[in-house]
């Protein structure tokens, strides 16, 4: 059965990016397309995103399209390009008063007013366009208002009547929590506030929370992290909801894509290299050290950071182990922004210590390639990580992975065992379970000691590269979801 499958995000890469997010929307849809279906993309029209680099048509015939957002009338306008050699559309929803601030999410008071409109404006783009979908691929609390306006608000429309919907949750530390005035804002019933509380929360109306009790199947990035998310410690709040819909949640582990991610086809770095020649990754690390002013040492590894600057991240643990770390025999060079603690930490350490760790703070996607590229090691100490794409670029970099055992982290790297065969050892990186600052410099002093080990570090860098976490396994076991979604609403 070939399916019509919407997939609704608030980033899509290459258009717009903040995280892990815009790289499953770029990848994802092109390959459930492949495996024969029809995919739609929607997505804001942010201020950033360029025109004319990406080819956004405007679409004349679907314009002012009135949506009714706080009681008020807002036209929107619609635009349309394709994911980047690929035949799949993507739709912008264009209304400029909303989505052109300095960044995608925001703290304004019309936070909420902002993706309630970008939620009704998919299902109004869809029945101007006439398309009936299958199904209505949800991603994060943006979008959490979906599946319940498709089994009320919209139910009227024979467009949607067999439309199922799947809600993928990428960050559960995110959710959408607004104010009970939402209720009228988002044109949502009384009763699912007041009876059973389908889309409240702490009283207050919860998107993420929304799109949980309502959507026809649900799922996360990684097996661990589903389990995680039934228990209090990692689910902020969202396990009630989530034991209750146990049977219709799954966990699917993210892909990554190797067009983009792959040192022997990196556009973005100067010496491609393989697992059959290594040689141009110490090239690379030349690069790298240059660039950052930092003196080249073939001893010294180089540890990356490439990362959100968020608490989750587990930079606390960094901060207090900071004065330990800075006695070890390493490198460091951090890409990253977010919290004002995390990146004047940073900033300061590598201005006390020029010679042992840089940084650079922004986002910048070159750099993030050429330190992938360049780096022996990877750190990720997330307190939660519901799949992590870095320490997959990673594994693929020969870049060793340093990180916490905890959601995705966990399903992808594996602790390399000292006291194996070599021969056998097929452990890809370095892991630690507890978090706290103690595991944490153990694991990377683990690291630094087998560094020093050329063909026992080999090793473990091989093993890293032969792994595969390509989207076509993924992408199988979403159409599988899809189809379960599909025939859950057709009984
Ligand atoms: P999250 O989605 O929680 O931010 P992921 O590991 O799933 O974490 O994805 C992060 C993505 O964002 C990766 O592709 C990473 O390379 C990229 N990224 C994060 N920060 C930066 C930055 N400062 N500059 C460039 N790329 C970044």
């Not at 008063?97 to 703290?107: A, Q």
């Not at 379970?433 to 570090?457: I, Q």
Request: glycine letters at 8%; one cysteine or more.
């Amino acid at each position: 059965m070939h399916m019509n499958i919407v997939f609704v995000s608030s980033e899509v890469f290459p258009f717009s990016k903040t995280g892990g997010l815009a790289d499953v929307a770029g990848t994802l849809p092109v390959e459930i397309g492949n495996l024969g279906n029809n995919v739609k993309v929607f997505t804001p029209k942010y201020g950033s995103i360029n025109e004319t680099k990406h080819g956004l048509i405007y679409q004349e015939h679907i314009s002012e399209i009135p949506i009714t957002v706080s009681g008020e009338i807002k036209k929107v306008h619609v635009h349309k390009a394709f994911l980047p050699n690929t035949q799949i559309e993507v739709y912008f929803i264009d209304f400029q008063p909303f989505f052109f601030r300095d960044s995608y999410y925001t703290n304004d008071i019309d936070e909420a007013d902002r993706f309630i409109l970008f939620s009704k404006a998919v299902l109004e783009i869809l029945q101007r366009i006439k398309w009936k979908p299958d199904l209505i691929h949800c991603n994060d609390w943006q979008t959490g208002l979906i599946p319940l306006y498709l089994k009320d608000n919209y139910s009227w429309d024979k467009l949607f009547h067999n439309t199922a919907s799947l809600f993928t949750i990428h960050n559960v530390g995110y959710q959408g929590q607004f104010g009970a005035e939402t209720l009228m804002k988002a044109e949502i019933r009384f009763e699912y506030f007041n009876n059973f509380g389908e889309v409240k929360q702490n009283d207050h109306v919860n998107f993420l929370k929304t799109g949980i009790s309502f959507a026809d199947i649900i799922n996360t990035v990684s097996n661990t992290y589903a389990q995680e998310l039934l228990t209090p410690e990692f689910s902020y709040g969202m396990d009630h909801i989530l034991n209750y819909r146990g049977h219709d949640f799954y966990g699917i582990l993210n892909g990554v894509d190797y067009n983009i991610w792959n040192p022997s086809t990196d556009k973005h770095i100067p010496f491609n290299y393989s697992p059959e020649d290594l040689s141009g990754k110490k090239q690379n690390k030349k690069v790298l050290c240059e660039q950052f002013n930092l003196p080249y040492d073939e001893n010294i590894p180089i540890i990356g950071i490439v990362s959100r600057l968020a608490i989750q991240k587990g930079f606390d643990l960094i901060a207090r182990s900071l004065e330990y770390l800075s006695h070890l025999p390493f490198q460091w060079i951090v890409l990253g922004a977010g919290e004002d603690y995390f990146e004047e930490m940073f900033q300061t350490f590598a201005n006390y210590r020029p010679e042992k760790a840089a940084c650079h703070i922004g986002y910048n996607n070159d750099l993030a390639h050429l330190i992938e590229a360049g780096s022996d090691m990877f750190l990720m100490p997330s307190h939660y990580e519901p799949c992590g794409l870095n320490q997959i670029y990673s594994l693929k970099y020969g870049t060793v992975p340093i990180v916490r055992k905890t959601g995705g982290l966990s399903d992808t790297v594996k602790d390399w065992d000292e006291y194996k065969a070599r021969g056998e050892e097929t452990g890809n990186g370095f892991s630690f379970d507890k978090y706290d600052g103690f595991a944490l410099t153990n694991s990377v002093e683990r690291a630094l000691n087998c560094y020093k080990n050329k063909p026992v570090w080999q090793k473990i860098m091989l093993n890293g590269m032969k792994e595969n976490f390509s989207w076509h396994r993924s992408a199988e076991q979403y159409a599988l979801l899809y189809k379960k979604a599909i025939s859950k609403v057709r009984g």
